[in-house]
């Protein structure tokens, strides 16, 4: 009689296998005829485990396995189970997957809104028609705060957890749709009418499957995974981030709250620095008082420290990005710029890397990242920086004092 592990294994390797060949370009009938011979249900966890398999064993990238995300879940779909205690938070409204649930009936709602309207658009243009059109359109955009909570405070928990191929896929499939978003938006504007109707039915089967792959394999894959814990530093995060369309009427208060982290005497004391002594208290506010951004990862490319200063922040950033790998707080599709800096600041081939960008809103930001050595120049980690610096661009050469 084979073990628990023997079994395992060899639907590990079965699973991975029949993924494999749905890349090599097998025939998703083929394949899916194979798994009903083979599996009566998969987990959301062994999904996650063939994911990391495909990744570490056959070198499939993050991307490769993204552009076929929708093949897999019409494939598993049907196979994929839930796990049979769900907990009874997560009806309770304010908790996140009720958020998560909600919004995605508000998205699709806004989806419906604006088909609607395209086709009444597209057969007769007016004014009028166009203004609501835009309005609904600006609204969908919600949907980036509904991913970038997935992105800033589920993912990095399923990381610690060693989870670490799922959100890369995921989080590469989001900023998929966001490009597919802003083409639809930048058609939209200027009248392109032959490629309205194609651009959004695109970006619309894209999200339609997102709210799928949401609800059938996150949330279970979560639900297996997550403590009270986890789920209350996501829920204290969520005001930050924001909501896509709909907020929750009311606070989600689990039964038992998170235990407070006892502060010890010595970290109640005075910082002795450089050229004299800082309260933690006095120097918590005076980082957050900076008219800047800051964030600190250390030498291990760990994020240790981000200031919390103005409420409508540049770049999202949550208290579940600390402890988590620098590389994992950006998309996929940027991770090899990402190493490309860190080697080049690590190394010493640079000291600091600038860049910048203006927003749809006009909005100019600058980003310094800095290489932090101590005396005998050894790396100790880098510090980014991110400011708004719209009301620069603006000054007229003049010399202006403060007195002025």
């Known amino acids: 009689m084979q073990d628990r592990g023997a079994i395992t294994n060899e639907r590990q390797e079965r699973l991975k296998n029949l993924i494999l060949r749905l890349h090599e370009g097998e025939s998703e009938e083929v394949i899916k005829e194979e798994f009903k011979e083979h599996f009566e249900t998969v987990s959301p966890l062994e999904i996650s485990v063939m994911e990391r398999k495909l990744m570490k064993e056959e070198g499939l990238s993050a991307e490769n396995i993204m552009k076929l995300c929708n093949v897999h879940v019409a494939v598993m779909a049907d196979f994929v189970s839930n796990p049979e205690n769900i907990p009874g938070d997560f009806s309770r409204p304010g908790h996140p997957v009720y958020v998560l649930k909600e919004e995605n009936l508000a998205l699709e709602a806004a989806l419906m809104r604006i088909r609607n309207l395209l086709e009444v658009y597209i057969e007769a243009p007016s004014d009028e028609i166009k203004a609501g059109l835009r309005k609904q359109i ?3 955009w919600d949907f980036d705060k509904h991913y970038t909570r997935k992105e800033m405070s589920f993912f990095p928990i ?3 957890q060693g989870n670490t191929a799922p959100p890369q896929v995921m989080w590469g499939v989001d900023d998929q749709i966001r490009d597919q978003y802003k083409a639809f938006k930048a058609a939209f504007l200027v009248d392109e009418m032959d490629q309205l109707m194609p651009l959004f039915s695109e970006l619309e089967y894209e999200m339609q499957e997102m709210f799928v792959k949401e609800e059938n394999i ?9 403590n009270e814990d986890d789920w209350i530093a996501i829920a204290d995060e969520m005001d930050e981030i924001g909501y896509c369309i709909v907020e929750p009427l009311e606070k989600w208060k689990p039964v038992r709250q998170k235990e ?3 502060i010890t005497e010595e970290a109640k004391g005075r910082l002795k620095l450089g050229t004299g002594s800082l309260s933690h208290k006095e120097l918590d506010l005076i980082l957050n008082k900076l008219p800047l951004e800051i964030t600190f990862v250390d030498k291990d490319h760990i994020v240790k420290y981000y200031d919390n200063g ?3 922040k540049l770049l999202a950033r949550t208290p579940s990005a600390i402890g988590r790998d620098m590389l ?3 998309p996929p599709r940027v991770h090899e710029t990402v190493k490309q800096l860190v080697h080049d600041l690590e190394t010493g081939v640079k000291d600091s890397q600038q860049a910048w960008y203006k927003r749809d809103d006009g909005v100019f930001v600058f980003i310094d990242y800095i290489a932090i050595r101590d005396e005998e120049g050894s790396f100790l980690g880098i510090l980014e920086t991110v400011q708004d610096i719209s009301k620069f661009t603006k000054l007229d050469t003049d010399n202006r004092r403060v007195n002025n």
């Open 328 to 330: 994992n707080c950006h």
């Open 310 to 312: 103005p409420e409508e």
């Open 158 to 160: 399923m990381e610690r």
């Open 138 to 140: 600006d609204l969908l």
């Open 260 to 262: 407070e982290v006892d």
């Open 218 to 226: 996150l949330i279970p894959m979560v639900t297996e995974a997550f």
